[in-house]
């Protein structure tokens, strides 16, 4: 299972590469970028709307009887993260890009992860359902909290939460998402039957958008701005951080008394930064030039967290079983 999950990561990684090369190379201009940007816009409401048909209104009340693991994981997300994110970005400030710092605070104010969350806690042998209710409870108020919070800690978001924004997170976040809850009855059999179907939903609508936001960068010119050491530099931020987090999570579930099983599900999900939701919320709340750059940071992070996760995730296994 480990080993499957790291093969997925690396194709993954190769195709989010190849997709930024061919933004390098052949970059959307003219009638060819309004149909990038339509096709985006598609791709982010399907993804949505698969991900409200799979997920069952049932897990959410199965895993909040848990309250105090619930409380920490949503705790993590959306109050220690954003704070480790302050610190970073007026550390970094100095420099790294402007656009890279807002970045680097941008995925801290992200929702969890829901597929990698739950497949790391079921490696590690923990509490899976309390997982999924986490992360998916992440998912749902991140729609919400992770708009409010770029308003009010970043000046870089198109609007902030204007009207407009409002009318396109609606139209192409929640508008499917409740239509996908509406069709679960039908559709949620027949996916489980396709899950490869779901598979390439998710990773098809980030490479759309990553290619439309890194066209956007190329043709304005923002990646001459950028060096090898920059890149090498947001790396090291990113382990940072999130050895700041899993350190953070950990800590906090063994003072509360935890049971191994939910310190797994917490630091799971506490630590993880979804980049299917945040890639598309920066192309609706930041400039379509600047989106290149801001989400750069959140790529490598979600890479990095993938990796570290997957050898932690093989440690706490080892534990459990002894």
Not at 11 to 34: C, K, S, Y
Not at 97 to 106: A, I, K, N, Q, S
Not at 170 to 198: M, Y
Not at 204 to 218: D, H, M, P, T, W
Request: proline content about 5%.
């Amino acid at each position: 299972m480990l080993r499957r999950v790291l093969a997925r990561a690396d194709r993954f990684l190769l195709l989010l590469i190849a997709t930024v090369a061919l933004a390098a190379v052949l970059p959307a201009r003219g009638e060819v970028a309004v149909w990038v940007e339509h096709s985006t816009v598609a791709a982010v409401a399907l993804l949505f709307l698969l991900y409200g048909a799979r997920l069952a209104p049932q897990a959410i009340w199965a895993g909040l009887a848990n309250w105090r693991l619930q409380s920490m994981v949503f705790a993590s997300t959306y109050a220690f993260f954003p704070l480790v994110g302050l610190g970073v970005a007026a550390a970094t400030r100095a420099w790294l890009p402007r656009e890279v710092v807002d970045g680097l605070l941008f995925l801290c104010l992200l929702p969890s992860t829901v597929q990698s969350s739950i497949a790391f806690t079921s490696i590690a042998r923990g509490n899976v359902p309390a997982a999924l209710c986490a992360a998916s409870l992440s998912n749902l108020a991140g729609v919400i909290l992770t708009p409010l919070l770029v308003a009010h800690l970043l000046t870089q978001a198109s609007g902030g939460l204007s009207l407009a924004a409002l009318e396109e997170i609606a139209l192409q976040i929640l508008l499917p998402f409740a239509i996908g809850q509406a069709i679960r009855p039908w559709a949620a059999t027949w996916l489980r039957a396709h899950p490869t179907l779901t598979s390439v939903v998710d990773r098809g609508s980030v490479l759309v958008v990553v290619y439309a936001a890194f066209s956007a960068g190329v043709v304005a010119g923002i990646w001459t701005r950028l060096s090898p050491l920059t890149l090498v530099a947001v790396l090291a931020v990113s382990l940072v951080v999130l050895a700041i987090v899993i350190a953070g999570t950990t800590i906090a579930s063994r003072a509360a008394g935890f049971p191994v099983e939910d310190e797994i599900a917490t630091v799971f999900c506490g630590s993880k930064k979804s980049m299917a939701s945040g890639i598309p919320m920066a192309a609706i709340l930041f400039p379509a030039a600047s989106v290149g750059l801001i989400v750069l940071p959140l790529m490598i992070f979600h890479q990095a967290q993938l990796f570290v996760c997957a050898w932690l995730a093989r440690r706490y296994s080892v534990r459990a079983a002894e």
